[in-house]
């Protein structure tokens, strides 16, 4: 399909920054000392309860403006609220500006995501749109692994702070 590979190469960028920064995140809120308990209400309680604000959001904003207005906003919002992280890991901010980067990435995390998928969805032709969605879907579980590898590559190498600036 004329334009496919294009799309897959921006799924691919507008992804490859979240995942990158998700795959240490939890081992870096160990090293900044949260136990299993902080980790599961910081992540788990208030993480998934901001996401689904995010998706709410992400929705409104996906039918509100256009799909490229939205993945902007969202997209911008997200990469902005990766700083936060940067911050902390270089020492300054503790665990209350570890709880507003989570509530921040949280909501606008998810909110790119429901405006990217929205995207694919728009992209997939309605004669085989399950197939192409899927597809499309790959690309994002391709780049997980690839931004798994590189953001521990790079967090175990030159540290926390370089892999959230990198994400």
């Known amino acids: 399909t004329p334009g496919v590979l294009l799309l897959a190469a921006l799924i691919f960028c507008y992804r490859f920054g979240d995942q990158l920064l998700t795959t240490f995140l939890v081992p870096f809120l160990t090293d900044r000392g949260l136990g299993l308990s902080g980790i599961a209400l910081l992540k788990g309680w208030v993480g998934n309860a901001m996401s689904i604000v995010g998706a709410l959001l992400g929705g409104w904003l996906a039918f509100s403006t256009t799909r490229r207005n939205a993945l902007l906003i969202s997209g911008v919002g997200q990469a902005a609220s ?86």
């Open 82 to 167: 990766f700083t936060l992280y940067v911050v902390i890991a270089l020492g300054t901010g503790g665990i209350g500006l570890l709880w507003v980067a989570t509530i921040v990435e949280g909501l606008l995390g998810t909110m790119a995501t429901v405006a990217l998928f929205a995207l694919m969805m728009d992209a997939a032709d309605p004669e085989h749109a399950g197939t192409d969605y899927t597809l499309l879907a790959c690309v994002v579980l391709v780049v997980g692994m690839i931004a798994n590898i590189v953001g521990a590559s790079i967090a175990e190498a030159f540290g926390y702070a370089a892999a959230f600036a990198t994400g």
